[in-house]
């Protein structure tokens, strides 16, 4: 069984920074693409970040030049850099990745549960 397990959410003053961490654990063979969602209430979820297994990341309008995503194959971990953050920000962040168990089977994508990150004014 996988799992996807964030940290690093929090309440932060507007301006400031925070930096999520979501480590994948089980029995992965490989992680592909990996990324951040976020959801605030009321809203749909949405796309803050991705980044291949190559390295190259991709972000939503709202997070180039303040959110950088980064990733450790290693550990199995992706991180979200979150700088300059706003009220707007506040909602609750989900990691996702597309995870192969075992040669010749289909990719999986798991999420997260969730991390709250509270910005306020």
């Known amino acids: 069984q996988v799992q996807l397990v964030e940290s690093g959410g929090g309440l932060v003053q507007a301006g400031g920074s925070l930096r999520l961490s979501c480590s994948a654990s089980?029995?992965?063979?490989?992680?592909?693409?990996m990324g951040w969602y976020r959801q605030a209430p009321g809203k749909q979820r949405e796309l803050v970040a991705g980044?291949?297994?190559?390295?190259?990341?991709n972000y939503a309008d709202f997070a180039k030049g303040r959110f950088i995503i980064s990733r450790d194959s290693a550990k199995n971990t992706v991180y979200l850099q979150m700088n300059r953050l706003s009220p707007d920000d506040t909602a609750v962040y989900y990691c996702?990745?597309?995870?192969?168990?075992?040669?010749?089977?289909?990719?999986?994508?798991?999420w997260g549960q969730g991390t709250q990150v509270t910005v306020s004014s």
């Open positions: 996702n990745a597309y995870i192969r168990l075992q040669w010749g089977t289909p990719w999986q994508n798991a």
């Open positions: 089980g029995s992965i063979l490989r992680l592909s693409a």
């Open positions: 980044i291949d297994s190559g390295g190259s990341a």
